[in-house]
T-cell receptor, first 113, second 114 residues
Framework: QQQVKQSPQSLIVQKGGISIINCAYENTAFDYFPWYQQFPGKGPALLIAIRPDVSEKKEGRFTISFNKSAKQFSLHIMDSQPGDSATYFCAASMYNAGNMLTFGGGTRLMVKP | NAGVTQTPKFRVLKTGQSMTLLCAQDMNHEYMYWYRQDPGMGLRLIHYSVGEGTTAKGEVPDGYNVSRLKKQNFLLGLESAAPSQTSVYFC?????????????FGPGTRLTVT
């Protein structure tokens, strides 16, 4: 049973467009929601993260929107660039002994020049 | 700093063979993790460790064993490989959550079991 569901599985966006990736979670004990970016042949790397006490967090062209009541959060990439082409994973974590992450299934983003 | 390194990068096994994947980190992190990545399923946690000499099961532990004899190393073992274990394996490390949230990932090991 997947506790974090991510959509879409793949996304094609024109250069300069907005890329939007959505995630939904089930466990209300989750209290930390990161997004990881993965380039082919590399390990994932933290892109941006949010805590549920805020509804939005922006870092450069990347924004997380968080809706606690709906148990949903999304990543928006403004002015998408070909260099943003990668696989994006949302994740969720709760306070526990292991600092463990539960990942969504991933979204493969392609930004066309 | 090298960060998180994994050995080997690629491996092909025959069904029933055994192997050990090595993960090393030079960031003095307490916590270490092993994930497997399969298409459409994201990363799933196999085992993790919150300190030297301690290990615990994650979401998909069956068929794997781990050991954390030194703080900087985390070993993942497959005693009798099966085709279902064909995957890309990632190691990660982090501080305890009270200090920081981020997990740092290695470059991965691509394993094929025939």
């Amino acid at each position: 049973q997947q506790q974090v569901k991510q959509s879409p599985q793949s996304l094609i966006v024109q250069k300069g467009g907005i890329s939007i990736i959505n995630c939904a979670y089930e466990n209300t004990a989750f209290d930390y929601f990161p997004w990881y970016q993965q380039f082919p042949g590399k390990g994932p790397a933290l892109l941006i993260a949010i805590r549920p006490d805020v509804s939005e967090k922006k870092e450069g062209r990347f924004t997380i929107s968080f809706n606690k009541s709906a148990k949903q959060f999304s990543l928006h990439i403004m002015d998408s660039q070909p260099g943003d082409s990668a696989t994006y994973f949302c994740a969720a974590s709760m306070y526990n002994a292991g600092n463990m992450l539960t990942f969504g299934g991933g979204t493969r983003l392609m930004v066309k020049p | 700093n090298a960060g998180v390194t994994q050995t080997p990068k690629f491996r092909v096994l025959k069904t029933g063979q055994s192997m050990t994947l090595l993960c090393a980190q030079d960031m003095n992190h307490e916590y270490m993790y092993w994930y497997r990545q399969d298409p459409g399923m994201g990363l799933r946690l196999i085992h993790y460790s919150v300190g030297e000499g301690t290990t615990a099961k994650g979401e998909v532990p069956d068929g794997y064993n781990v050991s954390r004899l030194k703080k900087q190393n985390f070993l993942l073992g497959l005693e009798s490989a099966a085709p279902s274990q064909t995957s890309v394996y990632f190691c990660a490390s982090s501080y305890p959550r009270t200090l920081a949230y981020e997990q740092y990932f290695g470059p991965g090991t691509r394993l094929t079991v025939t």
